[in-house]
């Protein structure tokens, strides 16, 4: 069954009262998704995991602090995983020696192939089509490279205030796009 944003709306203030069949219910919705914004930061499965759980973990933690009127909360559930993986990756290449180990194969599900075989995936294909190529490219590098505003606008020599202004019209767009699409 699937469930949208609006449940997604009613199950967070559900969270923050303590009942955890919603937090079930968001997790079970909304993981494999948020795994493959995580796996595509991070390079490795392990890490994808680890940020997915940090960020169910400060979901369950600060659900109460979240103001639905003051944003979207699928996209506050993606930036949770996407500063965690952030984070993660960040932390890691810090650590990483010259010598690192090889990686081992994640015996996990791919949930980003089951996403990309998806008619909601060939929808966001078609509209991030529409782009311009140059919007197509901030998006690109901010959540699929997962650079900061900041360094998407060093690369691109690009103001930061225009980066930013152009990244939430191309995701105003992008909004407005897979809405007609469904």
């Not at 949208?4 to 993981?31: C, E, N, W």
């Not at 984070?87 to 890691?92: G, L, N, P, S, V």
Request: glycine share 4%.
């Amino acid at each position: 069954m699937e469930y949208g944003a609006d449940d997604l709306a009613t199950l967070i203030p559900q969270i923050a009262a303590g009942d955890r069949a919603a937090f079930k219910r968001v997790y079970d919705m909304h993981s494999p998704r948020l795994y493959a914004v995580a796996i595509r930061i991070t390079r490795q499965g392990a890490l994808a995991s680890d940020a997915v759980q940090d960020a169910f973990l400060q979901l369950w933690r600060n659900a109460g602090q979240f103001d639905l009127t003051r944003g979207n909360p699928e996209a506050w559930l993606v930036s949770l995983v996407r500063y965690r993986a952030l984070d993660i990756a960040r932390r890691r290449t810090r650590e990483v020696s010259d010598e690192e180990a090889p990686e081992q194969v994640d015996t996990d599900p791919d949930p980003l192939s089951r996403l990309a075989a998806s008619q909601d995936a060939a929808a966001l294909h078609a509209c991030l089509g529409a782009l311009e190529a140059e919007r197509r490219r901030l998006l690109s590098l901010a959540f699929i490279e997962g650079l900061s505003h900041s360094e998407v606008a060093d690369r691109l020599k690009l103001p930061l205030g225009t980066v930013k202004s152009w990244i939430r019209r191309s995701l105003q767009s992008l909004r407005l796009c897979l809405e007609a699409a469904t």
